[in-house]
């Protein structure tokens, strides 16, 4: 009797205290369901690179187990590094200097600032492009770095082997007018590279064998280098077809171009595109914004399918290249996200967005809205305070692709409880953890490094 009594009691305690608008009965209950249930540790590898800022794509796990990444820099004369991190040995070394590997040191032009692009690993070799890192503001647009005085311009992006044995780099040659490299793929069976420019989105292909490269010119309008209704902004993703060497991108205005490898040339896929009510409305020839661009894709063997994320709404989808139809599957965004009914904290979307070693599990590196004392930062004070603080809700949601099991397996912190910042790479080692780039805590500077998040992960 005695118990029941206190477990009576209990129980009016609990009731009263919820009628008077106190704590809920259980902590399930009491948690802020707009801030992250579940934490992930974010371990910190130096790459002893001062220098060393935002990065965008700029990672690959090679077949050896190892991390390769690059460092990009902002400065007109120092040059973005690659960088190789051993999991067995804990070690990173210096792959080397991007302006060096083009064959550009000591020229006095602009430097290799960036490799905007992952790696694509074929024959022992990890394929990949360089970009512009140094930019120049104007009329409130980031445009090619005017060089100071005595040094040259950027002479563009090129395409570049990094031989994984003996560390030697391969050159095959400039982008079109002087542009970065911002897109890239490859078709390894045929020996195709796919790239597109920056600022005007020029599309062009290059032929290992014959060395042969063809410029399909601009395919948005002027891209991020015109202005007004000339304006569009550059696709960041080419997803290519194995099956049948096709290469495909898309547009702001949200339409699907194939690069079809048995003609040699560009055709907008019919009857199907990206402008889905579910991605939201934009204007494409409003900067700030991808559009309706998707914004990462990667192509899966197992279903011969390519799986892409829109970035600002944080949808998944997949495009099936037979039957050339868009599927929407889930907003695979931070549960925190889905709770508030927000778009995600970063306007252009996510970058990091790959498959996983198991073939079956995506996983997205991607940002929730900012809640401080209650409230959600918005515009200017998000940014400003995002920047200051530390406040970017960064985020690991995994989906697995057979049974279509979202899951937001955690918001990501250092050991010290700051947060990375400026996240848009990813790579999965072979035991499934997670690597990607940030900005990272330092007295003296704000400087990017390779950051680890121990697997696997159970999706």
Request: net charge neutral; aromatic share 12%.
């Amino acid at each position: 009797m005695k118990t029941i009594a206190s477990f009576a009691t209990t129980l009016i305690v609990a009731l009263l205290s919820v009628y008077a608008g106190g704590s809920p009965a259980s902590a399930a209950e009491a948690r802020d369901p707009f801030q992250p249930a579940r934490k992930l540790v974010a371990h910190l590898i130096s790459s002893d690179f001062p220098e060393g800022h935002d990065t965008y794509n700029g990672m690959g796990t090679g077949s050896n187990g190892c991390i390769y990444y690059v460092l990009s820099t902002e400065p007109h004369d120092i040059g973005g590094r690659m960088f190789v991190y051993d999991p067995k040995t804990k070690k990173v070394s210096l792959a080397g200097d991007l302006t060096e590997a083009c064959g550009e040191k000591g020229k006095h032009t602009v430097v290799q600032g960036k490799s905007h692009v992952n790696f694509v690993e074929a024959g022992g070799k990890l394929y990949f492009a360089t970009h512009i890192g140094f930019y120049s503001n104007v009329d409130g647009m980031e445009k090619m770095g005017i060089p100071p005085v005595g040094w040259k311009a950027y002479p563009g992006g090129h395409l570049l082997a990094y031989d994984m044995k003996n560390g030697k780099y391969e050159d095959f040659g400039l982008a079109p007018d002087g542009e970065g490299i911002i897109t890239f793929n490859m078709d390894t069976k045929r020996g195709r590279i796919f790239a597109i420019t920056w600022p005007s989105g020029q599309f062009f292909r290059f032929d290992l064998a014959t060395k042969n490269m063809k410029n399909f010119g601009k395919q948005c309008r002027e891209g991020e280098n015109g202005k007004g209704a000339a304006y569009s902004t550059v696709c960041r993703s080419i997803a290519v077809d194995p099956e049948d060497g096709s290469a495909y991108y898309s547009n702001g205005d949200g339409e699907i171009f194939r690069y079809r490898a048995d003609t040699d040339g560009i055709e907008k896929i019919a009857d199907e595109d990206l402008k889905k009510d579910y991605f939201g409305v934009y204007d494409s020839t409003n900067p700030g914004h991808m559009g309706y661009n998707w914004r990462q894709t990667f192509y899966r063997p197992a279903d011969k399918m390519i799986y892409g994320v829109h970035g600002n709404s944080g949808y998944l989808f997949r495009f099936d290249p037979r039957k050339k139809r868009v599927e929407v599957l889930d907003r695979i965004t931070s549960d925190v996200s889905k709770r508030s009914g927000m778009f995600d904290q970063f306007s252009y979307g996510y970058l990091g967005f790959a498959l996983g070693p198991d073939g079956d599990t995506l996983y997205y590196l991607t940002g929730g809205p900012i809640y401080q004392d209650g409230k959600r930062l918005k515009g200017k004070d998000r940014i400003a305070m995002g920047a200051a603080k530390g406040l970017e809700d960064l985020h690991l949601v995994t989906y697995h692709i057979p049974t279509g099991r979202c899951k937001d397996q955690g918001a990501i912190y250092y050991p010290d409880g700051s947060r990375p910042l400026y996240v848009n790479s990813i790579t999965v080692g072979k035991d499934g953890s997670v690597y990607s780039l940030a900005r990272v805590p330092d007295k003296s500077h704000v400087r990017a490094d390779l950051f680890c998040v121990k697997g696997p992960f159970k999706p």
